[in-house]
């Protein structure tokens, strides 16, 4: 198994651009959910899904948009990139209800928009 | 929304001695109090959690408790050790989405 992948691991943008931020899961998770990290912040979620063809905004959603075409995956695309997007991004999983089951997060994607 | 503060955002303490890490929550409806360990580089990993109906629970060396009426839970890492520095998140679940503390970077001198 090798959990929830993120790619890439680093991305500098430049104002405007846009792109895609990939996650996947081979656990078979229902829930998937995007954060984001801001320094000295806790993290907050921006999109969540509870299965394919399912999302729903989160705390962040401007400037963010997702899809759940399949189970194992879950992009996150940014559209008009701005500095204010600076952060790094971590996915994260779990199969069904939060309090019998563990939330596993990928390794995270350092965004940097100049 | 809920709101979670967690306190101290730093915290040094040398090796062998007990760590205290305090978080507050606001909605009610939070049921489910996980902690989570984060490295530096890497995702967060659950460490322990709670669920509303229970005061304490422990495993080794680190214990959390839970108090509903105050709204208050802290995570307790006794006898600690250089590999337990690290960033320390609290989060609650009121039944939808997490909702995080801001963290607490534990440093343990040896």
């Known amino acids: 198994n090798a959990g929830v992948t993120q790619t890439p691991k680093f991305r500098i943008l430049k104002i405007g651009q846009s792109m895609t931020l990939q996650c996947a899961q081979d656990?078979?998770?229902?829930?998937m959910y995007w954060y984001r990290q801001d320094p000295g912040m806790g993290l907050k979620l921006i999109y969540y899904?509870?299965?394919?063809?399912?999302?729903d905004k989160g705390e962040v959603p401007n400037g963010y948009n997702v899809s759940r075409s399949t189970t194992e995956d879950f992009p996150l695309r940014l559209e008009l990139a701005a500095p204010s997007q600076t952060s790094v991004y971590f996915c994260?999983?779990?199969?069904?209800?939060?309090?019998?089951?563990?939330?596993?997060f990928g390794p995270g994607t350092r965004l940097t928009v100049l | 929304g809920e709101n979670v503060e967690q306190h101290p955002s730093t915290l040094s303490v040398q090796e062998g001695d007990s760590a205290v890490i305090k978080c507050t929550y606001s909605?009610?409806?939070?049921?489910?109090f996980p902690w989570y360990k984060q490295e530096l580089g890497k995702g967060p990993q659950l460490i322990i959690d709670?669920?509303?109906?229970?005061g304490e629970k422990k495993d080794q060396r680190i214990a959390v408790t839970l108090n509903k009426t105050a709204k208050h839970f802290s995570l307790h890492i006794t006898e600690t050790q250089p590999e337990d520095s690290a960033v320390y998140f609290c989060?609650?679940?009121?039944?939808?989405?997490?909702?995080f503390g801001t963290g607490t970077s534990l440093t343990v001198i040896p």
């Open positions: 994260a999983s779990l199969n069904g209800q939060a309090y019998t089951d563990t939330q596993y």
């Open positions: 656990m078979n998770h229902n829930y």
């Open positions: 899904s509870v299965g394919a063809g399912i999302t």
């Open positions: 909605d009610s409806a939070s049921n489910y």
């Open positions: 709670i669920r509303s109906n229970v």
């Open positions: 989060a609650a679940y009121p039944g939808n989405q997490f909702y």
